[in-house]
């Protein structure tokens, strides 16, 4: 098991401290109390509406912003996340002011709520930019972006998902696309009404129609692909657990096992032999861990057997897997793309009435039939392969392949996790202790959580703290109404 301090210098080792021993005496403080009903962290993510993990990063960040008080003349400022969390700790009157200030900080940290008004706004988003600065050059790394929402940013509303993914000039210029075959038919055969057309001439306009669906759907598609990428590059968390990635992308079971692998390899969960895992988490110090089985395992009895069924069904907490900026990915996941829809239906809606048309006139529709059949398979690929769906998922497990190493070290994930995370049981394959993991997993083969296109706050501005101290119809082949039916 890893106590504070192993833990500490693994978590720090790439920031540049100035005061170790003060970092660690906060790194290591306890806000909840060990035997508390209903602890602090419980409570900021109740009042707050937080995931677990969310809100273990928030007070993590929390934190980081009291040594940042601690060590800067001039104070810092919170972000709104962090100014909640402060809040909350300031009405545990014992544990703040005397725990954590006298005994641990040797300081009293003040809050100080902004005054209100458009100079002391300014005087406030200076000192907040002050701090992101501050904080990026003490810990070596960006401040989370889930937690630090950097200033000037504009949040973008998932509600708002058409004006997102298109603009009106390429939605504008595939509905011209779609005027070049009528044209293209009047110019050729002297008709602009295509339903006058005999059999091979439809079949010829078709084409040209097919063609321009394509097009259009695809210069849309596109476009909206430009916006989706840099979506997922602006809203991309800079911190999230490899459980939150995993549950994004592969669903609840590849999570939840991806969790279990984990806590088998830190020896918190045995694996028997009657294919029951037997609980040790009561057994030692596990605060350290991010594993988010953790808790709740706390929870059940020492030595207690338990099925897979049952981590899935009474100790699996869905939202403890979840991540904010996921989230939005899944909403915007949900979202269709209307125009999409609109632009296939009219090549459709066309054709069906043609072949209604030739059907009344008893003649063949065969290959017009063939043709409909083809756009369709063609719009399903091209929808398949670029709807929003499959641009982001493509975009965040590109992001979560090139993780750097060192980075996923710091977060105490290793090789064998992170293979599993991505390839399942097959990744366990030439580790004895774990083959039998695999005919367990097998029948809760994890499934894509994109299949069918679902899924399984800015600077406060308001306080700051101080210390003290396509086909064709081949010509005459069709005879008259042919293939493309009509009169």
């Not at 300014?122 to 972006?145: A, C, I, R, S």
């Not at 009047?186 to 078709?206: T, V």
Request: glycine share 8%.
């Amino acid at each position: 098991m890893l106590d504070c301090q192993t833990y500490f210098y693994f978590y720090v080792a790439n920031m540049i401290i100035e005061n170790m021993e003060l970092w660690k005496k906060i790194e290591c403080f306890q806000i909840d109390e060990p035997n508390a009903a209903f602890p602090f962290s419980k409570k900021l993510a109740k009042e707050n509406n937080w995931t677990g993990v969310f809100t273990n990063n928030a007070i993590a960040e929390y934190k980081k912003f009291i040594y940042l008080c601690c060590i800067s003349s001039t104070g810092a400022s919170p972000s709104l996340i962090v100014d909640e969390v402060w809040h909350l700790h300031l009405t545990y009157t014992q544990n703040y002011w005397e725990d954590f200030c006298r005994k641990t900080l040797q300081k009293q940290i003040h809050h100080n709520p902004s005054k209100g008004g458009t100079i002391e706004n300014h005087k406030h988003t200076d000192w907040y930019n002050e701090t992101l600065l501050m904080y990026e050059k003490v810990f070596g790394q960006k401040p989370p972006t889930e937690i630090w929402q950097q200033p000037g940013n504009k949040s973008i509303d998932i509600n708002g998902y058409q004006a997102l993914v298109q603009n009106k000039k390429s939605l504008l210029f595939a509905v011209g696309l779609l005027i070049i075959p009528f044209i293209l038919c009047y110019l050729q055969f002297e008709k602009w009404d295509p339903y006058k057309l005999k059999g091979p001439a439809f079949i010829q306009f078709f084409t040209y129609l097919s063609a321009a669906i394509i097009a259009g759907l695809l210069l849309i598609l596109f476009e909206g692909k430009k916006k989706l990428l840099l979506f997922v590059e602006e809203n991309y968390p800079a911190k999230y657990s490899i459980y939150q990635a995993v549950y994004f992308l592969y669903g609840k079971h590849r999570a939840l096992q991806t969790a279990i692998v984990d806590l088998l390899k830190k020896d918190i969960l045995e694996l028997s032999d009657d294919k029951t895992f037997i609980n040790k988490s009561t057994l030692g110090n596990t605060s350290f861990y991010t594993n988010p089985l953790i808790d709740n395992l706390k929870q059940r009895a020492a030595g207690e057997r338990l099925s897979y069924e049952t981590i899935a069904g009474e100790i699996l907490n869905e939202s403890d897997f979840k991540h904010p900026a996921f989230d939005k990915f899944s909403l915007l996941n949900k979202q269709k793309n209307i125009w999409l829809w609109l632009i296939f239906l009219l090549g459709f809606i066309l054709a069906v009435f043609r072949i209604l048309q030739g059907l009344a006139n008893d003649k063949p529709v065969t290959f017009l039939f063939f043709g409909i059949i083809i756009l369709f398979i063609l719009f399903l690929a091209i929808y398949k392969n670029l709807s929003n769906a499959a641009i982001i998922r493509s975009a965040v497990e590109r992001k979560y392949s090139n993780e750097d190493l060192f980075n996923m070290q710091l977060k105490g994930h290793d090789f064998i996790l992170r293979d599993f995370s991505k390839q399942g049981v097959t990744a366990l394959s030439g580790f004895g202790e774990f083959a039998i993991l695999s005919t367990m997993f097998a029948a809760y083969s994890p499934v894509s959580r994109f299949q069918n296109g679902n899924s399984d706050g800015g600077c406060s501005g308001s306080s700051r703290c101080s210390s003290c101290g396509g086909s064709s119809c081949g010509g005459s082949s069709c005879g008259g109404g042919g293939c493309g039916g009509g009169d």
